[in-house]
């Protein structure tokens, strides 16, 4: 079957080639329907651009085996660096054992999964397997909206499903929280300024990351650190502020513009962050700039709602249940126009906690004067003990490195949850190579744990 890792970072190559941020998948949708078809597969595509290929039995008979994944991306860039997700290739940059992209994040998340399972699509006939199909999802990242929508009868007649959406080799995954996105919003009342100086502040360097895999690290939020700026401040006024480009992304960086009659006591402030936040963040940076006064300014009733929510609402860990963290929330985004927009995701692997943060967020909004749109909860996936997938998994995997795999579940959200709504009786495991720092520009894919998925996948068709 060749070289796996090179076959395979061909595969990805062309992904990273297309944009393909969340909501807009098209581009990506319709490659992979040419594609697929090329091969010389039966392909489907819904009005929800997701994509299924049926790829018959070679040998074996047995029930369908589902390997999936998701075809969107989060797009998110280094401060300075030119990049239009809607418009940009990704730029990869390969080392020795890592491959990484120039300024931006890769979209191994989930592209490698893709990648992995088109090479097995077209190695197929050299393996003995039942039959398999494809399912390549959109809208992961923001909503999930894909998998929601797929049409029930693709997994009624399937046994198995191999979700390959996990980011660390030698974990097999067998649940996940579900999760909730939480909006809140308050029209602007803007006034004129009365102070004479303004100052533009941007906050930048944090590791950033992903609200729930990395939610237990205690990456520093950006908001939350604009928000103790800002607090400890006497007399100004706040014209503007954006941090964030996903509610399922630790923000990294926030810019403001203060107006005030001390730019001492601004740059003093600043310090003072710089000072006592690195026990916090590995690298903060905070710039100060003086420029033109704006011509207007926030309400100061507006300004300091908008301080008391950020001052009640956690934003991480709220509960954990032995190692693993049980409820968390990440507040993403920070945009303000018309309107303050705030936006959170919420996340608990016990689904009936998510309705304890809807009322407690419904709380807040009501106690800070702002109004409040909750989104459809997205289940839990809870573990099954008696999976037979995880079994044969399991033993291939220790077959095959000599150590054992790690089995669990994980605080982050997966497809996985919609799935097993749809046919309660699947079997389902999620896997994945080693991602590291995913939805942040620092984002790097391990090559060593390529090949290795790859021979796991094609040990399990031929088992089962």
Same mark, same amino acid.
């Given at each position: 079957?060749?070289?796996?890792?090179?076959?395979?970072?061909?595969?990805?190559?062309?992904?990273?080639?297309?944009?393909?941020?969340?909501?807009?998948?098209?581009?990506?949708?319709?490659?992979?329907?040419?594609?697929?078809?090329?091969?010389?597969?039966?392909?489907?595509?819904?009005?929800?651009?997701?994509?299924?290929?049926?790829?018959?039995?070679?040998?074996?008979?047995?029930?369908?085996?589902?390997?999936?994944?998701?075809?969107?991306?989060?797009?998110?860039?280094?401060?300075?660096?030119?990049?239009?997700?809607?418009?940009?290739?990704?730029?990869?940059?390969?080392?020795?054992?890592?491959?990484?992209?120039?300024?931006?994040?890769?979209?191994?998340?989930?592209?490698?999964?893709?990648?992995?399972?088109?090479?097995?699509?077209?190695?197929?006939?050299?393996?003995?397997?039942?039959?398999?199909?494809?399912?390549?999802?959109?809208?992961?990242?923001?909503?999930?909206?894909?998998?929601?929508?797929?049409?029930?009868?693709?997994?009624?007649?399937?046994?198995?499903?191999?979700?390959?959406?996990?980011?660390?080799?030698?974990?097999?995954?067998?649940?996940?929280?579900?999760?909730?996105?939480? +909006?809140?919003?308050?029209?602007?009342?803007?006034?004129?300024?009365?102070? +004479?100086?303004?100052?533009?502040?941007?906050?930048?360097?944090?590791?950033?990351?992903?609200?729930?895999?990395?939610?237990?690290?205690?990456?520093?939020?950006?908001?939350?650190?604009?928000?103790?700026?800002?607090?400890?401040?006497?007399?100004?006024?706040?014209?503007?502020?954006?941090?964030?480009?996903?509610?399922?992304?630790?923000?990294?960086?926030?810019?403001?513009?203060?107006?005030?009659?001390?730019?001492?006591?601004?740059?003093?402030?600043? +310090?003072?962050?710089?000072?006592?936040?690195?026990?916090?963040?590995?690298?903060?940076?905070?710039?100060?700039?003086?420029?033109?006064?704006? #011509?207007?300014?926030?309400?100061?009733?507006?300004?300091?709602?908008?301080?008391?929510?950020?001052?009640?609402?956690?934003?991480?860990?709220?509960?954990?249940?032995?190692?693993?963290?049980?409820?968390?929330?990440?507040?993403?985004?920070?945009?303000?126009?018309?309107?303050? #927009?705030?936006?959170?995701?919420?996340?608990?692997?016990?689904?009936?906690?998510?309705? +304890?943060?809807?009322?407690?967020?419904?709380?807040?909004?009501?106690?800070?004067?702002?109004?409040?749109?909750?989104?459809?909860?997205?289940?839990?996936?809870?573990?099954?003990?008696?999976?037979?997938?995880?079994?044969?998994?399991?033993?291939?995997?220790? #077959?095959?490195?000599?150590?054992?795999?790690?089995?669990?579940?994980?605080?982050?959200?997966?497809?996985?949850?919609?799935?097993?709504?749809?046919?309660?009786?699947?079997?389902?495991?999620?896997?994945?190579?080693?991602?590291?720092?995913?939805?942040?520009?620092?984002?790097?894919?391990?090559?060593?744990?390529?090949?290795?998925?790859?021979?796991?996948?094609?040990?399990?068709?031929?088992?089962?």
């Amino acid at each position: 079957m060749g070289n796996i890792l090179e076959s395979v970072l061909d595969e990805f190559k062309n992904l990273a080639a297309i944009p393909r941020p969340s909501k807009n998948e098209e581009q990506v949708s319709n490659f992979l329907r040419e594609y697929l078809k090329s091969l010389g597969f039966e392909v489907a595509q819904d009005k929800f651009k997701n994509i299924i290929a049926e790829i018959p039995a070679n040998g074996k008979n047995s029930a369908v085996t589902i390997l999936q994944a998701h075809m969107d991306m989060v797009c998110v860039a280094e401060s300075g660096v030119d990049y239009e997700p809607l418009r940009d290739a990704i730029k990869l940059i390969r080392t020795e054992k890592y491959l990484k992209a120039a300024g931006t994040s890769l979209g191994a998340d989930d592209g490698i999964g893709i990648a992995e399972i088109l090479y097995i699509a077209k190695n197929h006939k050299n393996f003995p397997h039942g039959p398999i199909r494809i399912i390549f999802t959109t809208d992961e990242e923001q909503g999930m909206s894909g998998a929601i929508n797929l049409d029930a009868k693709y997994f009624t007649d399937a046994a198995y499903l191999i979700n390959c959406d996990s980011e660390k080799h030698g974990e097999l995954v067998v649940g996940s929280a579900g999760n909730v996105h939480v +909006d809140f919003s308050r029209r602007i009342n803007y006034v004129a300024p009365n102070l +004479d100086s303004a100052i533009q502040v941007k906050i930048f360097g944090l590791r950033g990351g992903h609200s729930g895999l990395e939610i237990t690290e205690n990456h520093a939020n950006a908001i939350k650190i604009a928000e103790k700026f800002l607090r400890r401040l006497d007399k100004i006024e706040l014209a503007k502020i954006d941090s964030g480009n996903a509610a399922n992304v630790i923000p990294d960086a926030a810019e403001f513009i203060i107006v005030t009659d001390s730019v001492a006591e601004i740059n003093s402030r600043a +310090d003072w962050l710089k000072k006592n936040m690195h026990a916090m963040a590995e690298n903060i940076y905070v710039d100060c700039a003086k420029v033109e006064v704006p #011509e207007k300014v926030m309400s100061a009733a507006d300004f300091e709602a908008l301080k008391n929510l950020l001052a009640v609402i956690h934003s991480g860990v709220y509960s954990v249940f032995g190692e693993m963290a049980r409820t968390s929330a990440n507040i993403g985004i920070l945009r303000t126009a018309e309107n303050i #927009e705030l936006n959170i995701l919420a996340r608990a692997n016990i689904t009936a906690l998510l309705e +304890d943060f809807i009322n407690y967020f419904a709380q807040v909004a009501k106690v800070t004067g702002f109004d409040i749109k909750i989104g459809t909860p997205t289940p839990a996936w809870d573990y099954n003990p008696k999976s037979r997938l995880a079994e044969i998994m399991s033993q291939i995997f220790k #077959e095959q490195n000599n150590f054992c795999a790690k089995v669990h579940t994980i605080h982050a959200g997966l497809e996985c949850s919609f799935f097993s709504v749809k046919n309660p009786s699947l079997d389902i495991v999620s896997i994945g190579t080693t991602n590291e720092f995913i939805h942040s520009p620092q984002e790097r894919l391990h090559l060593e744990t390529i090949e290795p998925q790859v021979r796991l996948i094609i040990e399990t068709l031929k088992q089962i």
